[in-house]
């Protein structure tokens, strides 16, 4: 409300940004994407088109305009009229008013007074938010400060505090390997130390009630594993299992009973795309599924137990970005649902007192720490971790609380081809957010792209020129995940995903703009389309044949009929429709089988799994990302001849889940990119 009052008290006149920012919150450090996240409310509430705006109007790099008319509405006083510190109130004998003019005065009047009251009530409301917000962390009036407890070069995420509350672990992600090992760092000091000397792949650690040990998720060249490591040992640690696939690991995958007798876990059973939360006996080893999601769904994630023992809390999906929290009793296996936003859980941990749960959530715009009582289930916003902030942990000591905060730099990178030699590949950045933009798909031409960008406040499709200007927003769905988009090989229409109902689904919109088409229903999940060489049929990803496969339905609708029997995402068909092409979700490689269906093979060992999306297939051949150990590469690989050559080097590995797109015949080719990406621990403690 303050921005528009703003923008309204200068009416026509170009508000910067900074203005804007300095005047609605002036005592108070706020991003770019604050201003933003409003802006896109008053246009919803308003149902204005930022394109043809009766409204704002946006001022490419410089601020916002109020374009509607702005009138008074005035409230005529007399001037006998007593005051109270210089305002009017109304007098016992209000002067004679002609008839015509007596009930467009009386509603004047109450327009100002029910204006005024309105202030009035939201300035106490204010204060009484304040107030409480200050009881959120431990249930008293107390005061709290904010420690900076990692800083370090790379990444660090994933705290989890020891029993005593003396000491935190956290996963550490090397800034020059990418290595992911397990920390400890005591409180207080910087005395920080490796947890084991394995050189696995580690996630998700867990202390045992005790404080003597931890056991944590990892991978090695053997597979998945679980491991549990002495605490003041270096020695290896001691693999119990192998699970078959945990989800999510960097959100939250594991936890340990406070009667030290279990952990439990995500894991699917056999092929089934569905996750359950699993629990491994430590006296037995024996493991068992103690969740049964409902069919279809993308299934049950970050399991936590209660600190008293008596509840399970985790996140069931519909799909990846819609979640909901749940929590179970351990005696009866009594379920209870507590959340109800069809939103993005990112991960989860119980109060002290296991009354309540911390998350992490997009439920109220960017990611930020909410507090849901058991009881009284109504969301509340914690006054800390308000922007970007993941991974909550809470301490055995009432208001310590730790959780992951990071920004980056994404761009799309446009690398062009001068001539027919690697050295010619000239990049440079055509767009640049602090916001994510990503999976870039060029039109046929190479004139325009589309992509998915957070810009908006919600992941939404987009439209920029090749050059990174004309940039307009394509989708409207205002809150959905909305995501990979493919351009027509006629280049008058982009498929995406999206997620209105709950589970994502296949739509098309014409590239120029309008109302988007759902081409698939029903209550299993649809993601990263592709259109056929002849833009006459579609193919997508879906788990609604009880795991994951590529199916296809027709361009204008109809009932889909499955492809292949094993996975695969991200499909393309080659140009002359002979071969249909895809790579797979947690395999490295790239595979191929006849359209019409027949054998699987895979051709390519690359790209590696999480970049499935690096790699189109061209006239010229099948550009890929080559993730090599030392650095990375795109490659051109011809699948009639077998030869592979080199396009370009790479300065730094990409980021994972994005994509590459290409446009005449590898004449221009456009690349996700982040850099500058840092996520660190922030600790919170009463005082």
Same mark, same amino acid.
Request: hydrophobic fraction near 35%; charge should be neutral.
């Given at each position: 409300?303050?921005?528009?009052?703003t923008l309204?008290a200068?009416q026509?006149?170009? @508000?910067?940004?900074?203005?804007?920012?300095s005047? @609605?919150?002036?005592?108070?450090?706020?991003?770019?994407?604050?201003?933003?996240?409003?802006?896109?409310i008053?246009?919803?509430?308003?149902?204005?088109?930022?394109? &043809?705006?009766?409204?704002?109007?946006?001022i490419?790099?410089?601020?916002?305009?109020?374009v509607?008319?702005?009138?008074?509405?005035?409230?005529?006083?007399?001037?006998?009229?007593?005051?109270?510190?210089g305002?009017p109130i109304?007098? &016992?004998?209000?002067?004679?008013?002609?008839?015509?003019?007596?009930?467009?005065?009386?509603?004047?009047?109450?327009?100002?007074?029910?204006?005024?009251?309105?202030?009035?009530?939201?300035?106490?409301?204010?204060?009484?938010?304040?107030?409480?917000s200050?009881?959120?962390?431990?249930g008293?009036?107390?005061?709290?400060?904010?420690?900076?407890l990692?800083?370090?070069?790379?990444?660090?995420?994933?705290?989890?505090?020891?029993?005593?509350?003396?000491?935190?672990?956290?996963?550490?992600?090397?800034?020059?390997?990418?290595?992911?090992?397990i920390y400890?760092?005591?409180?207080g000091?910087e005395?920080v130390?490796?947890?084991?000397?394995?050189?696995?792949?580690?996630?998700?650690?867990?202390?045992?009630?005790?404080?003597?040990?931890?056991?944590?998720l990892?991978?090695s060249?053997?597979?998945l594993?679980?491991? @549990?490591?002495?605490?003041?040992?270096?020695a290896?640690?001691?693999?119990?299992?192998?699970?078959?696939?945990p989800?999510?690991?960097?959100?939250?995958?594991?936890?340990?009973?406070?009667?030290?007798?279990?952990?439990?876990?995500?894991?699917h059973?056999?092929?089934?795309?569905?996750?359950?939360?699993?629990?491994?006996?430590?006296q037995?080893?024996?493991t068992?599924?103690?969740?049964t999601?409902?069919?279809?769904?993308?299934?049950?994630?970050?399991?936590?137990?209660?600190?008293?023992?008596?509840?399970?809390?985790?996140?069931?999906?519909?799909?990846?970005?819609v979640?909901?929290?749940?929590?179970m009793?351990?005696?009866?296996?009594?379920?209870?649902?507590?959340t109800?936003?069809?939103?993005?859980?990112?991960?989860?941990?119980?109060?002290?007192?296991s009354?309540?749960?911390?998350f992490?959530?997009?439920r109220g715009?960017k990611?930020?720490?909410?507090?849901?009582?058991?009881?009284?289930?109504?969301?509340?916003r914690?006054?800390?971790?308000?922007?970007?902030?993941?991974?909550?942990?809470?301490?055995?000591?009432?208001?310590?609380?730790?959780?992951?905060?990071?920004?980056a730099?994404?761009?799309?990178?446009?690398?062009?081809?001068?001539s027919?030699?690697?050295s010619?590949?000239?990049?440079?950045?055509?767009?640049?957010?602090?916001?994510?933009?990503?999976?870039?798909?060029?039109?046929?031409d190479g004139?325009?792209?589309a992509?998915q960008?957070?810009r908006?406040?919600?992941?939404?499709?987009?439209?920029?020129?090749?050059?990174g200007?004309?940039?307009r927003?394509?989708t409207?769905?205002?809150?959905?995940?909305?995501?990979?988009?493919?351009?027509s090989?006629?280049?008058?229409?982009?498929?995406?995903?999206?997620?209105?109902?709950?589970?994502?689904?296949?739509?098309?919109?014409?590239?120029?703009?309008?109302?988007?088409?759902?081409?698939?229903f029903?209550?299993?999940?649809?993601?990263?389309?592709?259109?056929?060489?002849d833009d006459?049929?579609?193919?997508?990803?879906?788990?609604?044949?009880?795991?994951?496969?590529?199916?296809r339905v027709?361009? @204008?609708?109809?009932?889909?009929?499955?492809?292949t029997?094993?996975?695969?995402?991200?499909?393309?068909e080659?140009?002359?429709?002979?071969?249909?092409?895809?790579t797979?979700?947690?395999?490295?490689?790239?595979? *191929?089988?006849?359209?019409?269906g027949?054998?699987?093979?895979?051709?390519?060992?690359?790209?590696?799994?999480?970049?499935?999306?690096?790699w189109?297939?061209t006239?010229?051949?099948?550009?890929?990302?080559?993730?090599?150990?030392?650095s990375s590469a795109?490659?051109?690989?011809?699948?009639?001849?077998?030869?592979?050559?080199?396009?370009?080097?790479? *300065?730094?590995?990409?980021?994972?889940?994005?994509?590459?797109?290409?446009?005449?015949?590898?004449?221009?080719?456009?690349?996700?990119?982040?850099?500058?990406?840092?996520r660190?621990?922030?600790?919170i403690?009463?005082q």
């Open positions: 409300m303050k921005v528009l009052l309204s200068q026509g006149r170009v @508000v910067s940004k900074e203005e804007l920012i005047t @609605v919150w002036p005592d108070t450090f706020v991003g770019d994407d604050v201003l933003t996240r409003c802006i896109s008053l246009r919803r509430i308003t149902e204005d088109d930022p394109h &043809t705006p009766h409204f704002i109007q946006t490419p790099k410089v601020g916002y305009r109020l509607a008319p702005v009138s008074e509405l005035a409230v005529e006083v007399h001037d006998d009229a007593p005051t109270i510190q305002s109304p007098t &016992t004998e209000p002067a004679p008013v002609h008839p015509s003019q007596a009930s467009s005065q009386q509603r004047r009047r109450i327009v100002g007074w029910t204006v005024a009251a309105g202030l009035i009530f939201g300035s106490l409301f204010a204060m009484w938010s304040y107030q409480k200050r009881t959120r962390l431990t008293a009036s107390v005061s709290f400060r904010t420690i900076q990692t800083s370090y070069a790379g990444e660090q995420i994933q705290p989890a505090f020891s029993p005593d509350g003396k000491q935190i672990a956290f996963v550490w992600i090397s800034e020059d390997t990418a290595s992911r090992r400890i760092k005591t409180i000091t005395e130390k490796q947890l084991t000397s394995d050189t696995d792949e580690q996630f998700s650690p867990t202390w045992s009630p005790d404080g003597r040990q931890i056991a944590y990892a991978r060249t053997e597979g594993s679980l491991s @549990v490591a002495n605490v003041k040992s270096l290896l640690p001691r693999k119990l299992l192998i699970p078959q696939q989800s999510h690991w960097e959100q939250g995958a594991l936890s340990w009973a406070p009667s030290g007798k279990s952990l439990i876990y995500p894991d059973s056999g092929t089934a795309p569905d996750s359950s939360i699993f629990l491994l006996d430590l037995t080893f024996n068992r599924s103690i969740t999601p409902p069919a279809g769904w993308e299934g049950d994630l970050n399991p936590a137990y209660s600190p008293d023992g008596r509840w399970i809390a985790f996140t069931r999906a519909s799909e990846t970005a979640r909901d929290i749940y929590f009793s351990t005696a009866t296996g009594e379920l209870h649902q507590l109800h936003d069809h939103m993005n859980i990112d991960s989860l941990t119980w109060t002290a007192d009354s309540s749960i911390i992490s959530s997009n715009g990611y930020g720490l909410w507090k849901i009582g058991l009881k009284d289930k109504t969301p509340e914690l006054p800390v971790g308000t922007e970007d902030a993941y991974q909550p942990a809470v301490g055995p000591k009432p208001g310590d609380l730790a959780y992951t905060q990071g920004s730099i994404w761009s799309i990178l446009r690398l062009q081809q001068t027919g030699k690697e010619s590949v000239q990049s440079d950045a055509v767009l640049t957010s602090t916001q994510q933009d990503s999976a870039p798909s060029l039109s046929p004139s325009f792209f992509f960008s957070r908006s406040g919600n992941q939404e499709i987009w439209i920029a020129s090749r050059a200007d004309q940039l927003q394509l409207f769905m205002a809150g959905p995940l909305t995501g990979s988009p493919s351009w090989n006629h280049g008058n229409k982009i498929l995406f995903d999206s997620r209105p109902g709950g589970h994502s689904h296949i739509f098309c919109v014409a590239a120029a703009g309008g109302r988007p088409k759902q081409l698939t029903g209550d299993a999940n649809d993601i990263t389309p592709r259109w056929s060489h006459q049929s579609i193919y997508f990803r879906s788990n609604r044949g009880d795991r994951w496969q590529l199916w027709s361009a @204008v609708g109809g009932d889909p009929q499955p492809v029997t094993g996975d695969g995402i991200v499909p393309q080659s140009p002359d429709g002979k071969w249909l092409y895809y797979r979700g947690n395999e490295d490689g790239i595979w *191929r089988v006849p359209p019409s027949g054998a699987e093979t895979q051709i390519l060992a690359q790209p590696s799994a999480a970049y499935w999306g690096y189109q297939v006239s010229r051949g099948i550009f890929y990302l080559d993730r090599g150990s030392s795109i490659r051109i690989f011809n699948p009639d001849t077998k030869v592979t050559s080199l396009y370009t080097m790479l *300065r730094e590995v990409p980021p994972v889940y994005s994509g590459l797109a290409v446009a005449q015949a590898g004449k221009v080719v456009l690349i996700t990119d982040q850099h500058d990406a840092g660190h621990i922030t600790l403690q009463a």
